[in-house]
C-alpha cells in the first residue's frame, strides 16, 4: 500500500488489525550532550499540546515521576490519531513507542531508565463501561532498553489503546513542555489537573479529593497546615514560575475547618493566542492523518477539495498538484491553513502562492507542520 508520508510512523497490518509504530526524532538523532543540560532536537515542545483523556488523568496518580514523563511522551505520539468520535479509532493490534533515553532523564543525570522501565511496566490504569464492568489492565506489558543506542521501545497492550485514543468523554489539554519541566510528581498532577479548568478558570475539590487525585496520601499531610505548605504552595510555586498557568487558590471553609480549596486560574497565554496554538495543533493532527491514507485516497481527497473551492485553477495547475507529491503535500498544507482561518483575505491566491510559489503583496506565509 503505497503513501504519502512525512511522518515518523511505522504502519503494518496483522489479521485484519494494525500495528502502528512510533519512533521519536531522538532515536535517529540523539544528542550528544549531557543529560543535565539536554536541549532536544525535535519539534519545539512549546509548541506541541497534548491531550489527557479524564479516564487516563484520574487513574495514573501511582505512576512516579519519569515513568509520567515517558507517559507524556506516548501522548505526544498519539495526539495525531486520538479521536472525539469512537469510530473513528482503527483496531490498532499494537502500538510501539521508541525514545532516546535522554528525553526521560533530562535534567537527572543519575537517573536509571532500567529502573524506570520496570516499574511502568508494572503500572496498570482501571475503569468502568456503561454497564459498571470493571477492568484492570497493565498499560506496558513490554518496556525495552539499549543501553549502548539509549533507546527505550515500550509496547501498548491492546486493550487500552482506546482509552488513550478516544477524547470523548473529556480531557485535559496542555503544553508537553510545561509538564516536563516540573521537578515534583505533585506538581505534575496538580499542573494536569488544574488545566482542565483553563477556560473556566476556577476549579473547586474537597480536601479530601484533591489529595487523593495528586497521590499526597501520606499521614504527615493530614493537617491542611502541612499539606498546604509541603504540597499545594510548592506545586504551585512551580506551576506559576515554570508553565503557562498562573494560579492562586482559597480555602473553602466548613465552621473554622478547611474541606476545599478554590483554585483561580489564568492563562498567560491569551484567548486569541491559545486558540491559535490549538487550531495549529488540530492541523496538524488532521494533516499526519491525510499522509496516513492511501495515495489514490490522497488524490480523490485533493481532488474533490481543488474542484469544490479552487474554482480559479486552470486544468494544468490541477493536473501538477494531482501528479506532483511534493505540489500535491503543499497543497494539503496550504488547504488545511486556509480551512482554519489563516487565510482570510483570499485563500485561492494564498494557495496559489503556497504551491506554486506566486507572489502576491500581502499574503500570509505559514504551515501546518
Do not use: C
Request: no cysteine; hydrophobic share 40%; proline share 3%.
Amino acid at each position: 500500500m503505497k503513501k504519502l508520508s512525512s511522518t515518523n510512523k511505522s504502519l503494518q497490518l496483522a489479521d485484519g488489525q494494525l500495528s502502528l509504530v512510533f519512533e521519536s526524532a531522538t532515536v535517529t538523532s540523539p544528542v550528544e550532550v549531557n543529560p543535565e543540560t539536554i536541549v532536544l532536537r525535535t519539534d519545539t515542545n512549546k509548541t506541541i499540546l497534548i491531550r489527557e483523556p479524564l479516564k487516563l488523568l484520574t487513574s495514573t496518580t501511582e505512576f512516579g515521576f519519569f515513568e509520567r514523563r515517558l507517559y507524556w511522551l506516548v501522548l505526544r505520539e498519539v495526539r495525531n490519531i486520538q479521536a472525539l468520535d469512537k469510530l473513528k479509532i482503527k483496531p490498532f493490534e499494537e502500538l510501539k513507542f521508541r525514545f532516546h533515553y535522554s528525553e526521560v532523564i533530562k535534567g537527572n543525570p543519575n537517573s536509571s531508565i532500567k529502573k524506570v522501565l520496570d516499574l511502568i511496566q508494572k503500572r496498570t490504569i482501571s475503569w468502568e463501561d456503561e454497564s459498571g464492568k470493571h477492568t484492570n489492565v497493565v498499560v506496558f506489558p513490554m518496556a525495552e532498553y539499549w543501553p549502548n543506542k539509549g533507546i527505550i521501545e515500550l509496547t501498548m497492550y491492546h486493550a487500552v489503546i482506546p482509552v488513550f485514543l478516544f477524547l470523548g468523554s473529556g480531557y485535559a489539554q496542555y503544553g508537553l513542555e510545561d509538564a516536563l519541566i516540573l521537578s515534583s510528581e505533585y506538581a505534575q498532577l496538580l499542573f494536569t489537573n488544574l488545566a482542565r479548568f483553563r477556560n473556566t478558570g476556577i476549579w473547586r475539590v474537597g480536601l479530601d479529593e484533591l489529595r487523593e487525585l495528586i497521590g499526597a496520601k501520606e499521614k504527615s499531610y493530614n493537617s491542611y497546615s502541612a499539606f498546604r505548605t509541603r504540597v499545594i504552595d510548592l506545586s504551585l510555586r512551580q506551576i506559576n514560575e515554570h508553565t503557562g498557568l498562573s494560579v492562586t487558590y482559597t480555602p473553602m471553609m466548613q465552621s473554622r475547618a478547611v474541606v476545599g480549596i478554590t483554585f483561580h486560574i489564568k492563562s498567560k497565554m491569551s484567548v486569541d493566542e491559545l486558540e491559535k496554538e490549538t487550531k495549529k495543533a488540530e492541523m496538524k493532527q488532521r494533516y499526519d492523518e491525510l499522509m496516513q491514507m492511501d495515495i489514490a485516497e490522497i488524490i480523490a481527497y485533493a481532488g474533490t477539495k481543488l474542484s469544490q473551492y479552487y474554482p480559479s485553477f486552470t486544468h494544468q495547475q490541477r493536473k501538477a498538484i494531482l501528479q506532483n507529491s511534493d505540489k500535491l503535500q503543499a497543497f494539503l498544507r496550504a488547504d488545511l491553513y486556509a480551512d482554519y482561518g489563516f487565510a482570510n483575505k483570499d485563500p485561492e491566491a494564498y494557495v496559489a502562492q503556497s504551491v506554486f510559489n506566486y507572489k502576491k503583496k500581502g499574503l500570509p506565509s505559514g504551515d501546518v507542520g
